[in-house]
């Protein structure tokens, strides 16, 4: 049984929920995020509340009943603040830029790497920090891990692009004799 799922998750004020065939809708002040419903998954709403339930008792329906849920609370969040990651790229002579449409790093390699940004996530560049954010959750964290994958953190120095919170454990290099 999900924890999770068992709850109603509850609509605020000016956001509105709706499913139509299959294509759960959910409108609010920034914006509007559209998902599809697995079949195994049956989404109930009453006023301001939506209640997930599994179809059947097979095994996917279970895993499928909690997941749900989140993406829906997810969506609810999203509509009504945004989500942000914050990435920090350490190094000398590492820099980064963006316009509207792409993300243009210069990470120790013999070329310009050059991201093209999804719609609907902003990228803004403040001397070292990146700031990525938009209403959808999986789009902003699925993007800030393309970005940081292109550098990751070593263990040596931390060169390279970290989460604001993340901790990078350092590895200590070699003692002279």
Do not use: C
């Amino acid at each position: 049984m999900s924890r999770i799922g068992k709850k109603p998750v509850a609509v605020p004020e000016k956001t509105d929920v709706t499913i139509v065939d299959g294509v759960l809708t959910v409108q609010g002040p920034l914006g509007v995020l559209k998902k599809e419903v697995h079949p195994y998954v049956g989404v109930v709403i009453e006023g301001k509340e939506v209640q997930v339930s599994p179809k059947n008792e097979t095994r996917l329906a279970k895993a499928l009943w909690g997941t749900f849920a989140s993406h829906l609370q997810n969506m609810i969040k999203g509509v009504n603040e945004r989500y942000t990651k914050k990435l920090v790229l350490d190094g000398i002579g590492y820099k980064m830029a963006s316009t509207d449409k792409e993300l243009t790093l210069s990470i120790g390699f013999s070329h310009k790497v050059i991201m093209p940004i999804p719609e609907g996530i902003t990228a803004t560049v403040e001397k070292n920090i990146l700031t990525i954010s938009g209403i959808d959750k999986d789009v902003v964290g699925q993007f800030s891990a393309n970005v940081r994958a292109k550098k990751k953190p070593e263990p040596y120095k931390g060169k390279g692009f970290h989460y604001d919170d993340e901790v990078i454990l350092r590895k200590q290099g070699k003692k002279a004799a």
